[in-house]
């Protein structure tokens, strides 16, 4: 079977015997030997954040070191990578990162090049727009020439362009940008999966609101090497273990329950 990183197979390998202990790993990713290195988002609050003083936060983050426990790691081996929605597959072909989690959508494009565990997460595109905006009310409302802003290399910007021509598209590397354009008056809406756009929302009290209700469906996965089933079916064990434990409903709760998100049942893993 393919080749696999030598931190990984260290993990696996030791978790057992050593549950507590630094275990043997190495290879790709830029970490030391005992560390995994992990993508997630560095700017999306409730979901991947980084914080002030460093430390990172969110539902993707939780379900992230989560997985990491399983395969052997503590929340001190792990070195975070941040990965904008336009590198994720980069950085996983490259040997950068040993998994992402990162609102990372399942798609058949993308499965052609990197492989998924999961889903452990679905949600749907929606609208952010200011709160005393009253005339974007869901998606056919942008067709008039709105100011939409998405990210570069993301499945809500590629649906908007597929389907939705009469819209003034921009994208940006990062939400975080997108949100300060909206902030400024510079664009009319954001778009993005509901829980991404729910966590800015909440960031920042009265200032935006989400409309429209959903116009998709989006399968959050972890994204890890095509070819590496053996990780896949590891990193699928973890997530359900986190589902039926009651730490998957904890996590999300935590993080989203405050932008007034209830948490949906946890999806079933595909095991493809």
């Not at 052997?72 to 040993?98: A, M």
């Amino acid at each position: 079977m393919p080749s696999r990183p030598r931190r990984v197979v260290g993990a696996l390998a030791l978790a057992a015997a050593l549950p507590f202990a630094a275990v043997a790993c190495g290879g790709g990713g830029g970490g030391d030997e005992n560390t995994i290195v992990i993508g997630t988002k560095f700017d999306q609050p409730g979901l991947g954040l980084k914080n002030p003083d460093g430390t990172m936060s969110g539902f993707d983050v939780d379900v992230a070191t989560y997985v990491a426990k399983e395969l052997g790691y503590t929340p001190e081996q792990i070195e975070w990578k941040e990965s904008p929605s336009g590198q994720r597959e980069t950085l996983i072909q490259n040997g950068q990162v040993d998994y992402i989690v990162a609102t990372y959508s399942i798609t058949d494009a993308r499965k052609e090049k990197v492989g998924f565990a999961g889903p452990y997460l679905i949600t749907g595109q929606s609208l952010l727009v200011r709160e005393d905006n009253t005339d974007i009310t869901g998606a056919a409302s942008l067709q008039n020439n709105k100011r939409l802003c998405s990210v570069s290399g993301s499945t809500p910007a590629q649906k908007i362009k597929d389907e939705y021509p009469g819209v003034q598209l921009q994208q940006y590397d990062t939400y975080s940008a997108c949100i300060e354009a909206l902030k400024n008056g510079a664009i009319d809406a954001v778009t993005t999966d509901e829980v991404i756009l729910a966590g800015y929302a909440a960031q920042t009290p009265g200032a935006f609101k989400v409309v429209g209700g959903t116009f998709s469906e989006e399968r959050y996965g972890i994204g890890l090497k095509k070819e590496d089933t053996e990780m896949r079916n590891k990193i699928n064990d973890a997530i359900e273990k986190m589902e039926s434990s009651g730490a998957w409903k904890e996590a999300f709760d935590k993080n989203l329950g405050p932008a007034g998100i209830t948490a949906p049942a946890p999806p079933p893993v595909d095991r493809y």
